[in-house]
Each structure stands twice: as structure tokens, then as C-alpha cells.
């Protein structure tokens, strides 16, 4: 789980669905928000029952992405909130496909740094 400091809040959320880039892929949406402020990065992961109507497997897709996002925390810019939106389609998926995915959307939209 990302620590406390690194989730959206609901606040932030909204500022985020009016105020930013929108970047997609198959498998995701991905809105990213960045801000003149200095503080560390955001994420957040919202699945809508869309993507699956059971709480069960929409919670296992946020494990999963949030568990991926931890490992890439250090590599994330400063002062950006990312919210990403997993898209039907990553039902099937492996994990290691998912990872894959996740670090082309975050490289795609610029929310990691360049190393």
C-alpha cells in the first residue's frame, strides 16, 4: 500500500478530472495533473465497475497497479498527481504484462523521470 502521503486525496481527485493531461493507452487512462508547488507525487487508481462489477477483482487490480507504482516510486517527478484508469481489457492480463503496461502509460504521460 502507498503511504499515506503519496494517495489522492478526494479533493485533490477532482482537481485532477478538471485540471490536467489525459494520456491512454489499451489498458489504461491515465490523468496527470502537475503543479508549481513541491511535493512528492501522487497516485491513485480508480476502477469502475465497468471494468469488473465485482468488489473482488476490481480490489486486486488496485493491489496489483499500486504494488508496481511502489517499486517506480522513486523514479516518479515531483509535484505531479497521477491517477490512473484501468480499462476492461487489463482483466487479462498477467502480472508481469501489467507491469509493462503500467511503466509505458507513466513513461508515455512524462510522470517519470528520464534516467
Known amino acids: 500500500m502507498l503511504p499515506r502521503q503519496r494517495r489522492v486525496s478526494r479533493v485533490l ?19 496527470l495533473h502537475s503543479s508549481l ?3 512528492p507525487a501522487r497516485i491513485g487508481v480508480s476502477v469502475s465497475k465497468k471494468v ?6 476490481r480490489n486486486l487490480i ?5 504494488s508496481i507504482v511502489q517499486k517506480k516510486e522513486n ?3 515531483d509535484s505531479i498527481i497521477v ?4 480499462k476492461k481489457s487489463i ?12 511503466v509505458f502509460i507513466l513513461r508515455k504521460s512524462g510522470a517519470l523521470r528520464d534516467m
Not at 477532482?14 to 487512462?29: A, I, N, Y
Not at 488496485?62 to 499500486?66: A, H, P, S, Y
Not at 491517477?83 to 484501468?86: A, E, R, S
Open 13 to 31: 481527485f477532482d482537481t485532477v478530472l478538471k485540471q490536467s493531461r489525459l494520456t491512454s493507452s489499451d489498458f489504461f487512462t491515465l490523468r
Open 83 to 86: 491517477v490512473l484508469f484501468p
Open 62 to 66: 488496485k493491489r496489483r497497479v499500486n
Open 91 to 102: 482483466l487479462d492480463l498477467s502480472f508481469s504484462d501489467l507491469e509493462k503496461e503500467v
Open 37 to 39: 508547488e513541491k511535493f
Open 75 to 77: 523514479e516518479l517527478r
Open 52 to 57: 469488473s462489477p465485482l468488489a473482488v477483482k
